[in-house]
C-alpha cells in the first residue's frame, strides 16, 4: 500500500504574532505510525487540529484519502481523534461515552451497542464500563478517550499526547493496542513529548520545534543523518599493549572514545591484546538528535 492516506502541504497556522506551525509538509500511508515529536510548545497540538477541520490553516492544505477535505462530514468520518484535552464527559459512565460517541457517528439499536462495547473490550475497560468517568485513573480516562476516537471504526487515527499522565501498565496496554491498529492498515498520527515513546512505536518521525520540521525519516535515518557518533567508555584491565595506538585518551583507568562502529572497534582492540574490566557505549538516540539540531535537550 502506498497510497497516502494524509497529505499535508506548506501548513502554516498563526496566532497573532506567533507562528505555531510554520510551513509543513508531510504524508502518511496506511499502516504506518507517523510521530510528531517536539516539546511543549512545538505546534503538535495545532497541526493535529489542522488535520480534522477543527483550526482552519493560514495556509497550505490537508488532503484526507483520495482528495478528501476534513470539512467534509464523510471524510471526517474516517479519522479518530484522541485529543490531549480529553473528550470526556465526567459525570457519564465510560460505557455511557462510548455510547454517545457512536450516536454522533449516526449509528443506533443493535450496531450502537455493539460497537460501544467492542471499543470498550478493546482498552480494556469492559470491568469498569459502568463506573462514572469522575472515579477513572488518568490511565483509564486516556484509555477511554482512545476508545472513543475508535468508535467510527476509522482507517486514521489522530493520537494527541495519547500516554501523559498514564500509569506505566495502561501505557503498555496503549502501545499495544496502538501496534495492532497499525497492523490493520490503519494510518496513526502520533504526537509525543518523548523520545523513548517515538523511538518505540513510529515508523517514521518529524521532528518539530517552533512549528518547523527539522528533521523527518525513520529513526536509522535520524540517527544516522543526526545523532552524532557513539561514545565508548571501558575500564581497562592490564597493560597497554607496547606499540597499541588507542584511538582516545586514558584517565583514571578509563579508555574513552568517539566511534561510528564502537563495536568492530572494540573488537579490534581485543584483538591487538587489549583486556577490559568493563564496557559502555552510548549510542546516539533522539535526544541527541534533537540537541544538535537545537542545540537545546528535549528533556527541558
Ligand atoms: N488558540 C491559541 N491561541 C493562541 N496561541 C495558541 C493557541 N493554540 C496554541 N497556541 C500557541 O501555539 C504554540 C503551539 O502550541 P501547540 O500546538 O499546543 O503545541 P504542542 O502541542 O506541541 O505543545 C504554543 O506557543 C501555544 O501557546
Ligand atoms: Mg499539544
Redesign the pocket.
Given at each position: 500500500m502506498n497510497e497516502d492516506m494524509i497529505s499535508v502541504a506548506g501548513l502554516r497556522k498563526q496566532?497573532?504574532k506567533?507562528l505555531?506551525v510554520d510551513d509543513i509538509s508531510f504524508d502518511i500511508a496506511a499502516g504506518e505510525i507517523f510521530g510528531l515529536l517536539?516539546p511543549?510548545?512545538?505546534?503538535?497540538?495545532?497541526?493535529i487540529h489542522t488535520l480534522v477541520g477543527g483550526l482552519k490553516p493560514d495556509r497550505g492544505s490537508v488532503t484526507i484519502g483520495a482528495g478528501g477535505n476534513p470539512l467534509h462530514p464523510e471524510v471526517r468520518k474516517q479519522i479518530g481523534d484522541a485529543p490531549?484535552a480529553l473528550a470526556l464527559y465526567e459525570e457519564l459512565t465510560g460505557e455511557e461515552n462510548a455510547l454517545f460517541f457512536a450516536r454522533l457517528y449516526g449509528m443506533a439499536g443493535r450496531r450502537l451497542r455493539d460497537r460501544a462495547a467492542a471499543v470498550l473490550d478493546l482498552v480494556g475497560l469492559t470491568d469498569r464500563r459502568k463506573d462514572y468517568v469522575s472515579k477513572y485513573s488518568g490511565g483509564m480516562m486516556r484509555r477511554l478517550n482512545l476508545a472513543c476516537a475508535l468508535v467510527p471504526d476509522p482507517p486514521i487515527l489522530l493520537l494527541d499526547e495519547p500516554t501523559v499522565g498514564v500509569d506505566p501498565q495502561s501505557r503498555n496496554l496503549i502501545f499495544d493496542k496502538i501496534e495492532a491498529l497499525r497492523g490493520e492498515g490503519r494510518a496513526i498520527v502520533y504526537?509525543t513529548h518523548y523520545m523513548e515513546e517515538a523511538e518505540r512505536l513510529c515508523d517514521r518521525i518529524a521532528i518539530?520545534d517552533h512549528?518547523k520540521i527539522l528533521a523527518m525519516g525513520t529513526l536509522d535515518s535520524l540517527l544516522e543523518e543526526h545523532g552524532g557518533r557513539s561514545v565508548v567508555t571501558a575500564g581497562l584491565e592490564g597493560a597497554v599493549p607496547a606499540g597499541l595506538e588507542l584511538p582516545g585518551t586514558i584517565e583514571d583507568d578509563q579508555l574513552r572514545f568517539e566511534a561510528d562502529k564502537p563495536l568492530e572497534d572494540v573488537a579490534k582492540l581485543v584483538a591487538s591484546g587489549l583486556r577490559f574490566r568493563t564496557l559502555r557505549v552510548d549510542r546516539p538516540d533522539l535526544e541527541g538528535v534533537f540537541l544538535n539540531l537545537t542545540g537545546r535537550s528535549l528533556r527541558d
Open positions: 496566532f497573532g506567533l505555531a517536539g511543549n510548545g512545538a505546534g503538535k497540538t495545532t497541526t490531549q504526537t518539530l512549528g
